[in-house]
């Protein structure tokens, strides 16, 4: 089984204006959605990510703190994800509960040996 990472794009502004109730909604969604991901096994695992965080860049390893201004959207959890093929996991990707409120999923596939070997050729 190939394994993929979901990350969930996030609008911040549309993610500070709901309310407790839609707040609710969405956490209950996402477990259920994560249950049903399970059942089927391609769940391996998943988690909500806090919005402030850290961005080390170049050579001379500059800190940023978060949140990014000029930015208007979060990463806000993932998923990590197995099946047979890129075709399986669009399909499930569909039904991520994230979409329902404006959001993004980004579906990028973990890279196994054989990707580093044929890259290195």
């Known amino acids: 089984m190939k394994q993929f990472l979901l990350l969930l794009h996030e609008d911040i502004e549309k993610m500070e204006n709901l309310s407790p ?10 477990m259920t959605w994560a249950e049903k991901l399970a059942e089927s096994g391609h769940l ?5 990510l806090q919005q402030k965080g850290v ?10 703190d978060g ?21 399986t996991i669009v399909e499930l990707t ?13 579906i990028r596939q973990i890279m196994d040996m054989a990707d580093y070997e044929q890259s290195n050729c």
């Open 94 to 106: 569909k039904e991520c509960p994230c979409h329902f409120w404006g959001g993004t999923t980004e």
């Open 21 to 30: 109730k839609e707040m609710e909604e969405l956490a209950n969604a996402h």
């Open 55 to 64: 961005l080390i860049s170049g050579k001379n390893s500059v800190v940023k």
């Open 67 to 87: 949140p990014y201004l000029e930015s208007k959207e979060i990463i806000g959890g993932y998923y990590l994800l197995q099946a047979q093929n890129l075709e």
């Open 44 to 48: 391996i695992s998943g988690d909500g």
